[in-house]
C-alpha cells in the first residue's frame, strides 16, 4: 500500500512538473492577447471590480499581463502587481504596463505571501494544476490578500476536465486539465468566508465559474 501511494503521488509531481516545462516555454503572448474571448472576460471583470473598494490587485499567472492592462486602463491609481512563469509572457507584460507594475517571474505556489494585495486574482490557472498543487496555489492566494480572492476558472468537484481515459506516465500532461473543487478548499480554512459560487455566462467570453472568498479580519 505504501509502495502504491508512492507511485500516485510520484505520478502527481511529474504532471506538475511537466506543466511548468510545457506553460513556461510556450510563446502564447499574442494569442493570448489577441483572443477575443479573453478579452471579453477581462472587460467584464472589470466591470465586476467597480462593485468592490480596493487599493492593490495581483494576479496569480498573469500571462501576457492582459488582465492587468484593462484593470489599470479603469483604476489608474490602483496598485498592480502579478507573477507568471513564462518569461515571453512576461517580456510582452512589461511592453504593455506601467513601471510601477510589479511583475514576478516565480511559481505560483512559491509567491511572496507576506506582500499583501487587497485583491488576489486567478483566471484559468487552477485548471493547470493537479490538486494537491492547486491547494497549495489556493492557501497562497489567501495567504496574500487582505481583502478580497477573486477566482475566475473551471471548477470541480475534482476530475479531469480533458484528457486521456488512462492515465500513463508517457503521456503529455499539458494536454490535461483539472476542474478542483474551489469551494472544498476554501471551506477547510477558518479565515475566510464564500461570497459567491456561480456559472457566467459572459457575452462573447463564454462560460466561467466566477468564485469570490473574503478574508476574515478577525478569526
Given at each position: 500500500?505504501?509502495?502504491?501511494q ?8 511529474k ?15 499574442k ?8 478579452t ?18 495581483y ?10 492592462f ?9 496598485e ?22 510589479l ?6 505556489i512559491?509567491?511572496n505571501?507576506?506582500h ?22 489556493v ?12 477566482h ?7 476530475y ?14 499539458s ?15 477558518k ?13 462573447n ?15
Open positions: 500500500m505504501k509502495h502504491y508512492h507511485n500516485i503521488m510520484s505520478f502527481e509531481e504532471l506538475y512538473h511537466d506543466q511548468i516545462a510545457y506553460w513556461s516555454s510556450q510563446e502564447l503572448d494569442k493570448f492577447w489577441n483572443s477575443t474571448k479573453l471579453a472576460r477581462s472587460k467584464w471583470l472589470v466591470e465586476e471590480l467597480k462593485k468592490i473598494e480596493f487599493q492593490s490587485l494576479e496569480v499567472g498573469m500571462g501576457c499581463g492582459r488582465n492587468l484593462y484593470i489599470n486602463s479603469s483604476f489608474p491609481n490602483v498592480i502587481g502579478g507573477n507568471d512563469i513564462n518569461l515571453n509572457m512576461l517580456s510582452f507584460a512589461k511592453n504593455i504596463l506601467p513601471d510601477s507594475c511583475i514576478e517571474c516565480v511559481d505560483a512559491d509567491i505571501t507576506e499583501k494585495f487587497d485583491v488576489i486574482l486567478t483566471h484559468g490557472l487552477l485548471m493547470h494544476l493537479p490538486s494537491k498543487y492547486a491547494n497549495i496555489v492557501n497562497n492566494c489567501l495567504d496574500k490578500t487582505s481583502k478580497y480572492v477573486i475566475l476558472e473551471k471548477e470541480g468537484p475534482e479531469f476536465y480533458k484528457g486521456p481515459k488512462e492515465l500513463d506516465p508517457a503521456i503529455v500532461s494536454e490535461l486539465t483539472w476542474a478542483p473543487d474551489i469551494e472544498a478548499m476554501y471551506k477547510i480554512r479565515d475566510c468566508n464564500i461570497v459567491t459560487s456561480r456559472d457566467i455566462e459572459i457575452e467570453g463564454g462560460m466561467v465559474k466566477l468564485v469570490v472568498i473574503e478574508k476574515k479580519i478577525f478569526v
